[in-house]
């Protein structure tokens, strides 16, 4: 295991101690010893930084089950530091504000051990070359953000919130599993990077979009997009240090990592392109025109957090044309630079802003923006943090995410250039839906620095509003500050961070030399866009009372959330009633369904495959051995017409004296025995137990024929027949039975052949044979002397 895959795997390791300590240190905040994990992972990540500029990469590979191709394959290239990066970071900014906001009365133990297997589980999506490697953890992202967001499980919401984005992005990730198997049956490799290098097979095979379709459904359940970001709201109900963590930096940003991975992959689909791009756009509006009708602060950073991930989405669809049209397309390049750029930015500004969302919720008491306002004197600093990291979300230099929004907005209205026939025919769409959605962004960014700390104080609040402690403002001053830093300063990261992520998205090593930079002269239409962005966002922000009421033609009947609900409710009621139809509690009916199903599908192998079958090295039958079937088959007539349980019981013990007989004519004269003894005793013991039950019962009733049992029964005995005639006659390895002959003696020093098979040859299995009995025998005991405690226990309570 090389170091970056103990990296990887460090904060599962430290889950399994923390779950110790937490047992026995009561004093001292858990999250003390949880922070050092993500801030040497970050420490060691930036060591990397400086070889990966360089156009350096790394791979480790990890064998587990090379066979079947499963290996943990770790290739850390410029996209997969940016995230990993992100990961860590946040991670450690997360944690240390997580110390301050939860109390020690919270089970502490339960949410950092879920958080660090987040942690490993994300940094394995975003670091693995092998797509089976890749699903693994992607799924595990879905089961510890459900344990997450369902920390406070005796909260209803909290679990229909969780068991809500479990199901969707668990849909989306089996979608996604469905892609990566067709990716493998074209390319007939695992690895994303070879699949890259055979991007012609991909090109040619008919499969391929269904591949697209598939891999972008794990995609959009997972970053939320439309109509899949019905989840993230509910999310919500997490704890803030959750929301901050899964729901603006990381766990979100997978599906963004993806399309990126993927796009030099898919990038020649103009299916890729089209559904990427103009998904996006549709996420971006819409998400951003539903944000500006909520209440509750963190509902407004969630819409707005699914509108800032379909802007991303949208430039990456953009950047995809580069690398189809060729890396030089400048045009093109730009939109891979801005959606690099503004993952980077989002996860800086939206982690600070659901972090001051916690903060005033931890110190007002409520997230309600009708009891907030008039705050700004009272927390200044949570003020100056929201106002630095609002306006950067709005788009509003001098902060970083004007910057990228300019990118974006530049990209839209070359999306013209397009040679993309669909694409340019649509053209003149694109930047409308950027423009409208980016004034909804600046609406209900400019909603949440006024509604809550200008305007007068309600006295609503449940606590008395006041600044909060510095450990909990630490983690997002740090945020604001590298907001300021990166829209004064943005070219720091270009060429360390920025160029090789986009150059790996764009498949390319010829570098980048990004240079971004505020001011494009007045000849730029991004400029006039956000000047537009501005001014029309202000006159409805301050009219807002004008033309809010079209939010009421928004029925609760006519939303996604509602068709979501109903789907649930009727899906339950279908379950329910299939079951009740299907589990009748007869265990005859029962056999029907497995017999049935086993029928069918013999019928059908044998269909498609044919069951080739020869008679030639069949041992010739005797009188003797049809007389013993004779028997049988007249005994189970006897059995199924008879109205008596004694002549049931003694045709019955007819049956396997024949089998025991028919073991002595094939030499087997120990299993002849053994079968004697079995039916001497089962019979006894049927007669016995028979001889006490009451006289009268259904099997003295009459029985009436069933031809759904009898074709069932006839098509079992027939498949199971032919299906023992082709194994026999179609056998693909000598049969071991000679080997036992030939070495009973030698080997085993043994003059009783099943004896030696039994003890020597089988010695194992039949210890573990042995050890089942043991453990029944010792189970059954234990039933008994319970049973005889409750009794004396009854006894007790009746004296």
Same mark, same amino acid.
């Given at each position: ?6 990296? $990887? ?31 040497? $992972? ?118 229909? &919130? ?14 996604? !599993? ?101 998904? &996006? ?71 600070? /802003?659901? @972090? ?15 009891? !907030?306002?008039? /705050? ?16 950067? @979300?709005?788009? $509003? ?90 829209? !004064?300063?943005?070219?720091?990261? #270009? ?21 971004? #930079? ?18 029309? &966002? ?18 609760? +009947? ?7 609900? +109903?789907? !649930? ?21 029962? @056999? ?14 044998? =269909? ?56 002595? =004519? ?8 053994? +079968? ?28 009436? =024929? ?94």
């Amino acid at each position: 295991m090389t170091l970056i895959h103990f990296a $990887i795997f460090l904060p599962v390791i430290a889950a399994i101690a923390i779950a110790i300590i937490y047992r026995y240190v009561k004093d001292v905040h858990l999250g003390w010893f949880v922070l050092p994990i993500p801030t040497v $992972i970050v420490a060691y990540l930036f060591s990397l930084i400086p070889s990966i500029a360089n156009n350096q990469v790394f791979h480790h590979t990890l064998n587990l089950m090379p066979r079947i191709g499963l290996n943990f394959d770790v290739y850390i290239d410029g996209l997969g530091l940016l995230f990993a990066i992100l990961i860590s970071g946040i991670g450690a900014l997360v944690v240390l504000y997580s110390i301050g906001y939860l109390s020690k009365d919270e089970k502490l133990g339960n949410f950092y051990v879920y958080l660090l297997i987040f942690m490993t589980a994300m940094l394995g999506v975003v670091l693995s070359d092998n797509i089976l490697m890749l699903y693994f953890f992607w799924e595990l992202t879905s089961i510890s953000s459900f344990l997450l967001i369902a920390f406070w499980f005796t909260k209803e919401k909290s679990i229909y &919130g969780a068991q809500k984005s479990m199901l969707i992005t668990f849909f989306g990730g089996f979608m996604m !599993l469905g892609g990566f198997i067709i990716l493998h049956l074209i390319t007939d490799t695992f690895s994303i990077r070879e699949m890259i290098a055979n991007v012609d097979l991909i090109m040619a095979s008919p499969l391929t979009p269904l591949a697209v379709v598939l891999v972008l459904l794990g995609a959009f359940t997972k970053s939320a997009q439309f109509p899949f970001y019905i989840w993230l709201p509910d999310a919500m109900e997490a704890p803030t240090p959750v929301s901050a963590y899964l729901h603006s930096a990381t766990m979100v940003k997978a599906g963004l990592y993806l399309v990126a991975r993927f796009t030099p992959v898919f990038a020649f689909s103009e299916l890729w392109v089209w559904l990427i791009l103009v998904i &996006g756009l549709v996420t971006l509006f819409w998400a951003s025109f539903n944000a500006i009708k909520q209440d509750d602060l963190k509902a407004i950073l969630a819409y707005s957090t699914v509108s800032q991930l379909g802007l991303i989405m949208s430039l990456l669809g953009v950047g995809a044309l580069a690398v189809s049209t060729g890396a030089n397309e400048q045009i093109f390049t730009v939109a891979v630079v801005a959606a690099v750029f503004h993952i980077i930015n989002h996860a800086t500004f939206k982690g600070a /802003l659901f @972090m001051v969302a916690g903060i005033l919720d931890h110190e007002t008491g409520t997230r309600s923006m009708k009891k !907030l306002g008039g /705050l700004m004197t009272l927390m200044p600093i949570t003020f100056t943090m929201t106002l630095v990291t609002a306006l950067s @979300m709005a788009g $509003i230099p001098p902060f970083n995410g004007f910057l990228s929004k300019e990118l974006f907005l530049g990209a839209m209205f070359e999306i013209s250039n397009a040679n993309f026939s669909v694409l340019a025919d649509w053209s003149v769409l694109f930047p409308i839906l950027a423009i409208v959605g980016s004034i909804f962004t600046f609406v209900y960014s400019i909603k949440l620095i006024h509604g809550v700390f200008f305007g007068k104080r309600t006295h609503d609040t449940p606590k008395e509003p006041h600044e909060a402690p510095k450990l909990l403002l630490a983690s997002p001053i740090i945020l604001s500050s590298l907001v300021i830093i990166f829209g !004064l300063f943005p070219n720091i990261l #270009s060429g360390s961070i920025i160029d090789p992520a986009a150059m790996s998205i764009l498949g390319t090593d010829t570098a980048l030399n990004t240079k971004i #930079s505020h001011w494009h002269g007045f000849d730029n239409p991004a400029l006039w866009a956000t000047v537009a962005i501005v001014v029309i &966002g202000t006159v409805l922000y301050l009219f807002r009372s004008s033309w809010m009421f079209i939010y009421d033609y928004h029925k609760e +009947q006519f939303t996604l959330n509602h068709l979501y609900d +109903q789907g !649930l409710i009727y899906s339950q009621l279908g379950s329910a009633k299939a079951t009740d139809g299907i589990m009748s509690g007869f265990l005859r009916d029962y @056999m029907v369904y497995i017999f049935g199903f086993f029928v069918v599908l013999g019928i059908v192998t044998t =269909f498609y495959t044919g069951l080739p079958i020869t008679f030639d090295d069949f041992a010739e039958v005797g009188i003797q051995d049809m007389a013993l079937v004779l028997i049988i088959l007249v005994s189970l007539a006897i059995i199924m017409m008879t109205r008596s349980r004694m002549v049931s019981i003694i045709m019955l013990g007819a049956i396997g004296f024949s089998m025991a007989l028919f073991f002595a =004519f094939f030499r087997a004269p120990d299993l002849a025995l053994t +079968q004697l003894a079995i039916e001497t005793v089962t019979t006894t013991l049927f007669l016995v137990c028979f001889y006490h039950l009451p006289k009268r019962s259904k099997h003295e009733e009459s029985i009436k =024929f069933k031809f759904t049992n009898f074709i069932v029964s006839a098509g079992v005995g027939v498949i199971v027949i032919l299906f023992g005639l082709a194994a026999y006659s179609n056998r693909l390895f000598e049969s071991i039975s000679q080997y036992h002959i030939d070495h009973v003696y030698d080997l085993a020093a043994g003059g009783n052949m099943v004896n030696v098979i039994l003890v020597d040859f089988r010695g194992y299995d039949t210890l573990m044979e042995t050890l089942v009995f043991g453990i029944a025998g010792i189970g059954i005991y234990a039933l008994m002397k319970a049973k005889v405690s409750r009794k004396d226990d009854d006894n007790e309570e009746h004296a």
